[in-house]
């Protein structure tokens, strides 16, 4: 069973930065795709960023350069960096793995921007 496990979330000003981590039970090293999504009170969940085991990545747009995604597989970690923060951004943060047409999810992390 492959287990997903966020951190980094939390509380921050527009404007700032947070960087979430992805750690995975397994070897990410030929995991397909690997992804970060997001879902807000009262919206569907969605993209904003994935990996390919080749090292491809595609954002949603309305990251527009703000975010990036990376992968260290020695460490069987994802990591999102969120730079430029604002409030539409406060959302729930869900890692993703598609492991042969499986999805596995993680538990989440609350990102919240507010002053």
């Known amino acids: 069973q492959v287990q997903l496990v966020e951190s980094g979330g939390g509380l921050v000003q527009p404007g700032g930065s947070l960087r979430l981590s992805c750690a995975a039970s397994v070897s990410i090293f030929s995991i397909n795709v690997m992804g970060w999504y997001r879902q807000a009170p009262g919206k569907e969940r969605e993209l904003v960023a994935r990996?390919?085991?080749?090292?491809?990545?595609n954002y949603g747009d309305f990251v527009k350069g703000r975010f990036t995604i990376s992968r260290d597989n020695a460490k069987n970690t994802v990591y999102l960096q969120m730079n430029s923060l604002k409030p539409e951004d406060t959302a729930v943060y869900y890692c993703?793995?598609?492991?042969?047409?499986?999805?596995?999810w993680g538990q989440g992390t609350q990102v919240t921007v507010s002053s």
């Open positions: 993703n793995a598609d492991i042969w047409g499986l999805d596995y």
């Open positions: 990996i390919t085991s080749g090292g491809s990545t």
